[in-house]
């Protein structure tokens, strides 16, 4: 398959096509933010520099392709609440002109990649694909506008879309703005651990590895119109997430530092997968505690990777987020 893959510069996406390496013909187009790099691509896979807002490009790159997966997302819940225009841009208004782009030029499938955040926040059980969405932030509000504007387009146009619902991923490649990576660096370098609030939101973590899996089987076997979850094996509290990040670094728990609450903080997120795992067969495979210890493995022996990013736009942005909290 020929596939344009948007918003691969970035973690998850980069990770799928990595996965996807010799077996199809990948193009990406990336808008290189401050999250997205090309060093983290395949040298041999071609990246076109640009915004999923760009008709002309969208439509002239589409025509060429057998399928569109659409990675492409302001994917920062703080950086939302702080300034949420780069988010309705590129989720509703990018998501928009790729689906216009895959109907008029006849492009056999489209994948929307998508998060539990879009049904806010679940105090017991998990959410299905029947729930309704209730987003939080603006973005979640303005993934689930993609969203619909995904079911519209199959509903209106019968264009054949499918959209995969991921719950917290973490794995190699991460910006260290989120959580684990955030953490990881800053035990290795002895810098506090900022934990919003009392610490004891729950988030159901996915390793990337197996959300990319989960979205390929969509892919190439949903039923078009139809939304899949994809949640991870394990749930867990952020403390207990940032006391497990000490351990594997050999740290104590001094470092811990509780900072103001995130606006709006959604308490937990849990997704049932049972749709994706009895029709189509996927399950996770990654268990928590592997992934974490792979995880920070992976940091440790690429600080090639981490290092010029927390020199850079990281830092202001780190020391306007956190600064005066973190002393
Ligand atoms: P990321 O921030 O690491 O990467 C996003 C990429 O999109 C970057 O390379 C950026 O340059 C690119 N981009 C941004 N705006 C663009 C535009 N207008 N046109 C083209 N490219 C643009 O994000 P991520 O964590 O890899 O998330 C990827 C997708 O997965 C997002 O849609 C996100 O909502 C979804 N998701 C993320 C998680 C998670 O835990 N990180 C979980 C579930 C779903
Ligand atoms: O659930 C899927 C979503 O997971 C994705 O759609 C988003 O793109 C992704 O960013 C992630 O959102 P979260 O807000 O859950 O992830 P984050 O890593 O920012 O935060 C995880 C939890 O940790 C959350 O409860 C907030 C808390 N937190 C986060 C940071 C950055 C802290 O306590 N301290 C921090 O410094």
Redesign the pocket.
């Known amino acids: 398959m020929r596939v344009l893959v948007t918003g691969a510069a970035g973690f998850i996406g980069s990770t799928y096509v990595h996965l996807l390496r010799g077996e199809h013909d990948v193009t990406v187009l990336d808008k290189l933010t401050y999250a997205g790099r090309r060093e983290n691509l395949p040298d041999e896979v071609e990246l076109i520099v640009g915004s999923i807002e760009d008709r002309d490009l969208v439509f002239e790159l589409a025509g060429d392709m057998d399928a569109v997966v659409n990675f492409a997302a302001e994917?920062?819940?703080?950086r939302s609440i702080a300034d949420q225009e780069a988010f309705a841009r590129t989720h509703v208004i990018g998501t928009g002109v790729l689906l216009d782009a895959v109907r008029e030029r006849g492009v056999p499938r489209f994948l929307q990649v998508s998060?539990?955040?879009v049904y806010g926040s679940i105090a017991e059980g998990s959410f299905t694909e029947r729930s309704p969405l209730d987003p939080s932030s603006p973005?979640s509000a303005t993934?689930a506008g993609g969203d619909l504007l995904v079911s519209a387009h199959w509903h209106t146009y019968g264009v054949e879309a499918v959209i995969c619902r991921?719950?917290?991923?973490y794995g190699p490649r991460q910006y260290p703005?989120?959580?684990?990576p955030?953490c990881v660096l800053n035990a290795f370098s002895g810098d506090p651990l900022?934990?919003?609030g009392d610490?004891r939101?729950v988030?159901n973590w996915l390793y990337v590895e197996d959300f990319c899996r989960a979205i390929h089987t969509v892919l190439l076997h949903g039923r078009a119109g139809e939304a899949y979850n994809a949640g991870g094996p394990d749930e867990c509290e952020?403390l207990e997430v940032v006391r497990r990040i000490l351990e594997l670094t050999g740290r104590d728990e001094s470092l811990i530092e509780h900072v103001r609450d995130?606006p709006g903080?959604d308490r937990r997120?849990s997704l049932s997968s049972e749709k994706l795992r009895a029709e189509l067969g996927w399950e996770p495979r990654v268990r928590f505690a592997e992934g974490l210890e792979r995880t920070v493995e992976w940091y440790r022996d690429n600080e090639w990777w981490w290092g010029r990013i927390r020199s850079g736009e990281y830092r202001e942005y780190y020391e306007q987020h956190y600064g005066r909290a973190l002393g």
Not at 75 to 78: A, F, G, N, Q, R
């Open positions: 994917s920062h819940v703080d998060t539990d955040e973005y993934k991921g719950s917290n991923n703005e989120k959580l684990i955030l900022p934990v919003y610490g939101q988030r952020n995130r903080h997120y």
